[in-house]
């Protein structure tokens, strides 16, 4: 059973920043994709940004050219920097780690991020 751990969410002001981390309890490179969703009050959880296998990411287009998803592999953690923060970006942020074909999904309890305007 793999515990994935996040940090780093906090209270930050309209068009600044902040960096979450996801430490996993075991090798994130087994998984075939490993990211980040988020899910504001009232609505639905949503897609952020993902790393796939092969090394490529995706991004949802509300957060293109403003988030930037990375990982430290050695430490088992992903990180999301988040620049040119929004009010409507303000969410409870959630990691995942995903091997489809072995049946693995995987959830962080999540961490807070509100960005007041």
């Known amino acids: 059973q793999v515990q994935l751990v996040e940090s780093g969410g906090g209270l930050v002001q309209a068009g600044g920043s902040l960096r979450l981390s996801c430490t996993a309890s075991?090798?994130?490179?087994?998984?075939?994709?490993m990211g980040w969703y988020r899910q504001a009050p009232g609505k639905q959880r949503e897609f952020v940004a993902r790393f796939i296998s092969g090394g490529s990411t995706n991004y949802a287009d509300s957060v293109k050219g403003r988030f930037t998803i990375s990982s430290n592999n050695a430490k088992n953690t992903a990180y999301l920097q988040m620049n040119s923060l929004k009010p409507e970006d303000t969410a409870v942020y959630y990691c995942?780690?995903?091997?489809?074909?072995?049946?693995?999904?995987?959830w962080g309890k999540g961490t807070l991020v509100t960005v007041s305007s």
């Open positions: 075991g090798n994130i490179y087994s998984f075939n994709s």
């Open positions: 995942n780690a995903a091997r489809p074909a072995y049946g693995m999904d995987y």
